[in-house]
């Protein structure tokens, strides 16, 4: 091989053959040694340079693995950066009293066949966890697996005595344990979580995704104070009256926030198994009941609405009316003419039935719609009942609704429409969420005029003053408010012996801010109630406890009584009411 | 070792006599290591999406031994066999990568990749040794017949390959192609003038490069603010380092492949940082360190200035390549995809490299009248 040609540019080697190229070939050899020259010295360059970055990365690598993070303290701080397991958020009352919350936990376990001495460490742990027992630990700490729990939950305090033992083979799991500090006390509105934290029930469901995201407290509009004294005054109802169970709201009707909700009986959030059966079951808000004689506020507020009769009106309450299979009935009747106050005040059934038919079906439906009490609650909980209405909306049906039967909603359902009543005739969604000064002004449509609602105060008003609500009565809170018993279907009879007992009030009634709502299921009477088991006699006396509480509780100062709203000034009431009425029930519905 | 006669004449004796025998000896045992390393770091990544756990290694361990094949059939070349190869090479490779623009499948906002057969290829790895040998001839020529328009040729190439490059976008890999250029095209004698403005070109083509391409421009200010982003490989990346500490965690014992997804190709580095050590890093780096400096000295003895360019700009790439993998594994610089040569998972980026090494053995062979000027 031509090693002076391999020696030139490959390829090229031709172009040098010949001897008329030797001249230049002198000269070019000359330039290229040159050449090579210079790229030998610039090659001590290249060669300093890369020798260098190796020799940078050698002493980042003894940096990195002898010298450790202390050399890096942004990178520390940014591969750690990650915020540590955000525990779900926690829901809070009005007050920001804690209602649920999260508590991380040690859980410990062991490895037998780490333990050196499974007799020391019994002995050593006994020393901490007194709830142990020394000759279980024992035959834990022997066992043939490789791993078993010893303790579930412990305290940060708990956690500290054990870690402290310095007992090998012992380790603890970490967790998260939801904890609802208040127990029973708002059981139905929170609702509770499963073993993985998920909701399943109540504000837990319905926020589930907002509780375990954004990390920030669900705020409800429950006040616990008020929502304790609910429970305890219907608990000690249920028990005196030995009922099944109750349901009580109190709203306010500026702001349709919900003040309390209970449902009894109840459970313990903190141990689910107390959920099972009916405990689980909100009566208030997913129950539907017909609710009865409270109903009469809506009829009679309509028909004033709507100019079917006015304040000096009355209805003829002589005779039963039979309409279809049916007899209406008053429970008490009088056997005459009626005015419009007294068909509230006498609660008649005659009297209403014939107001609702001269107003007719389609105000009546319309109205009922206004109230919002033919389709479900818009509410913030998952346990929302749906009303129960006629299919076919015939005369008796317009007659039966006027006092509350043949239609079915939820308590919730029908205090939200009572505060629509009094508080001015608007209708405002109820919420469990506690609203922003801000909120209040705008939300709400007009359902009923000022005046009518005024009119509606003034009835409520004497219905407890002087009527069947009497038992509901505070000195200076002037409470208003109906009474409702209606008999519960059962297996498709109306029992008489089986009561839904109801009082429905709202105070103070010159400006009402809230509304109460007791129901009772299936009370019944006793010696003090003159074995009477309707509304006025068990669900009243419920509400005029709350309001005797809750009044000075929420800085609301008794008036004087001359300041009592006075109810109807043109039309003082024809007859003088007696000081205690019976309740007018439904009668005869379900049978001839 | 003696196993050829030094009177035995022929052509595998030959070689066996001239070859570089130490640098030979480096980058088979670097081989060697990226294969215990393929083993160790793929199976969690081929598991994780969804692939037979050994599908990477098997893959890269079947293309080893052709690669070493490879390696050594080029370094048989005569020098001008280097020549005609880097010729057939690069305009297939530039045929190829047009084609890619046309036919490429995008993977990862980069259509980098041409389906052929089984197999994924990238052309553009296929450039990088090919256009070193044909680049360093044009500058070469400089000092023949040819004369200036040496220069003009190399130049145009470069700007050829780089446009290609680019409208992958493949911005690293334009880079270390501009790179071993500017480095031939310094050793090749040019006025420090022109050396100086290259080098402002390449500097700006960098700072273009962080306004032009998004992904770039987020890969640095993330370098630049770590607390800011999330590093999320580079900070793995360096635990794993810390957790390996001196001699390891012990084979199968790293953690930081089961997270990384780059754990088998540009992680690879801190998958043997946590499982083998430091030591086992350090000798990592020697090696890489001792086939670069030696290809270096080995060119600096050369009197063959077309041998001394070629033999320079394959080791820089291959240097450079390292370097890069190993600086950005790291956080020395901001995160740049590379392979690291010979040890990373890639198929055609081992081929290239061995054809590129294969050239450097080949031109590095003893010579009869080396160290003689002509």
């Known amino acids: 091989m031509n090693n002076r040609n391999e020696s030139l540019d490959p390829g090229r080697e031709n172009l040098l053959v010949g001897h008329q190229a030797a001249g230049r070939r002198i000269r070019l050899d000359g330039a290229r040694k040159q050449a090579v020259e210079t790229g030998r010295n610039r090659l001590l360059v290249v060669g300093t340079i890369f020798s260098l970055a190796f020799l940078v990365i050698g002493l980042r690598l003894i940096d990195l693995a002898l010298i450790g993070p202390g050399a890096e303290p942004l990178l520390a701080a940014s591969s750690s950066a990650k915020p540590a397991t955000s525990g779900r958020a926690d829901i809070v009352d009005r007050n920001g009293i804690v209602l649920a919350t999260s508590l991380p936990t040690m859980s410990l376990y062991a490895d037998p066949a780490a333990v050196l001495d499974a007799e020391e460490a019994a002995a050593k742990l006994t020393s901490v966890l007194s709830r142990l027992d020394r000759k279980w630990i024992v035959a834990k700490l022997t ?75 669900v705020q409800l509009s429950i006040d616990l104070r008020v929502q304790a004294m609910l429970r305890r005054e219907l608990s000690w109802a249920v028990k005196e009256y030995s009922a099944l169970g109750a349901a009580g709201a109190i709203l306010d009707v500026t702001t349709g926030e919900i003040t309390a909700l209970v449902s009894l009986p109840d459970f313990d959030p903190n141990s689910p198994a107390t959920a099972v059966g009916g405990a689980g079951f909100n009566r208030a808000s997913k129950g539907v009941y017909e609710m009865g004689s409270t109903f009469k506020l809506f009829t009679m507020a309509a028909a004033l609405d709507s100019g079917t009769v006015d304040l000096a009106g009355g209805y003829d309450a002589t005779n039963p009316i039979r309409v279809a299979r049916f007899t ?5 009747g009088k056997g005459r003419w009626l005015s419009v106050p007294e068909i509230l005040v006498y609660s008649s059934n005659i009297g209403a039935a014939k107001m609702a038919m001269d107003m007719g079906a389609k105000v009546q439906r319309e109205y009922l719609g206004k109230f919002n009490l033919l389709s479900p609650l818009s509410l913030e909980l998952p346990e929302v009942g749906q009303p129960l209405i006629p299919r076919r909306w015939r005369d008796v049906n317009t007659m039966t609704v006027a006092f509350g039967h043949g239609i079915a909603v939820s308590p919730l359902q029908l205090a939200a429409g009572v505060s629509t009543v009094v508080n ?22 007009r359902v009923l005029s000022a005046e009518t609602s005024r009119q509606m105060r003034g009835l409520m008003r004497m219905v407890v003053s002087r009527g069947t609500g009497k038992n509901a009565d505070v000195p200076g809170y002037r409470v208003g408010g109906k009474t ?61 406890r709350m309001v005797r509480q809750m009044g000075p509780l929420l800085g609301m100062a008794p008036a004087r009584p001359t300041q009592d709203v006075t109810p109807i000034p043109d039309q003082p009431l024809v007859v003088a009411i007696k000081a205690a009425l019976a309740d007018v029930r439904g009668q005869g519905l379900a049978a001839r | 070792m003696s196993t050829f006669a030094r009177t035995d004449t022929s052509l595998l004796s030959r070689w066996w006599w001239t070859i570089d025998r130490w640098t030979l000896a480096a980058l088979i045992s670097i ?43 080029t370094s048989l070349l005569s020098i001008r066999g280097v020549w005609r190869s ?55 020529g400089r000092h023949t017949e040819m004369g200036k328009p040496g220069f003009a040729i190399a130049t145009g190439m470069l700007l050829v390959v780089a446009a290609l490059l680019l ?93 990384l997804p780059d754990a088998h190709a540009d992680f690879i580095f801190a998958v043997a940082g946590e499982e083998f050590g430091l030591l086992v890093c350090l000798a990592v780096v020697l090696l890489f360190a001792f086939v670069v400096v030696r290809g270096l000295v080995r060119a600096f003895g050369e009197d063959n200035l077309f041998v001394m360019l070629t033999v320079s700009g394959l080791v820089v790439q291959f240097g450079l390549q390292a370097i890069i993998n190993m600086a950005s594994t790291l956080h020395l610089m901001p995160p740049k995809g590379m392979t690291l040569p010979f040890i990373s998972y890639g198929g055609s980026s ?12 080949a031109l590095t062979r003893e010579r009869p009248g080396k160290g003689v000027l002509a």
């Open chain 2, 86 to 140: 880097a010729v057939v090479c690069f305009i297939a490779a530039v045929a190829l990568m047009v084609a890619t623009l046309v036919a490429g499948e995008e993977i990862k906002g980069a259509t980098r990749w041409l389906q052929v057969g089984g197999f994924s290829l990238q052309a553009s790895e296929f450039v990088k040794p090919s256009l070193a040998v044909i680049a360093a001839g044009f500058f070469a």
């Open chain 2, 167 to 259: 409208l992958q976008p493949d911005v690293g890999m334009t880079l270390v192609v501009a790179s071993v250029w500017g480095v031939q095209f310094f050793l090749a004698g040019l006025p420090l003038v022109l050396v100086g403005l290259v080098l402002v070109i390449i500097l700006a083509s960098g700072v273009g490069a962080y306004f032009i391409f998004p992904h770039v421009q987020v890969r640095i200010d993330r370098f630049l603010d770590p607390a800011g982003g999330d590093n999320y490989q580079v900070a793995r990346g360096l635990e794993a380092f810390r957790n390996g500490g001196l001699f390891g965690r012990g084979v199968g014992e790293g953690r930081v492949k089961e997270v």
């Open chain 2, 31 to 73: 081989a060697l290591i990226g294969a215990v390393l393929i083993l160790a770091a793929s199976p969690p990544v081929a598991e994780r999406i969804g692939l037979d756990p050994y599908y990477f290694a098997r893959r890269q361990l079947t293309l080893l031994p052709i690669a070493l094949a490879l390696m050594l059939g």
């Open chain 1, 143 to 217: 066992s043939p697996g490789r791993f078993v729990w010893l303790a579930r939950n412990l305290t940060p305090e708990q956690t500290f005595q054990v870690n402290r033992l310095g007992i090998p083979g012992l380790a603890f799991q970490r967790g998260e344990r939801r904890v609802y500090p208040q127990g029973r006390e708002a059981a139905h509105v929170i609702g509770m979580t499963d073993v993985d934290g998920r909701g399943i029930a109540g504000v837990e469901k319905q926020f589930d995704q907002a509780l375990r995201v954004n990390g920030k407290p």
């Open chain 1, 424 to 445: 001015g005739g608007i209708a405002r969604p109820v919420t469990l969420l506690k609203h922003r000064p801000a909120d209040d002004a705008t939300a709400g449509t």
């Open chain 1, 328 to 332: 209406i009935n008053d429970y008490h």
């Open chain 2, 350 to 361: 081992m081929l290239a490299l061995a054809y590129g090494m294969g050239v450097m053995l």
């Open chain 1, 484 to 544: 409702g018993t209606a008999e519960k279907l059962v297996g498709g009879r109306y029992r008489s012996r089986s009561l839904i007992s109801s009082f429905v009030g709202a105070f103070p009634m010159d400006a009402p801010r809230y509304v109460l709502l007791a129901v009772l299921d299936e009370p019944k009477g006793t010696a003090k109630t003159n074995n009477y088991a309707t509304g006025g006699w068990v669900a009243a006396p419920v509400v005029g």
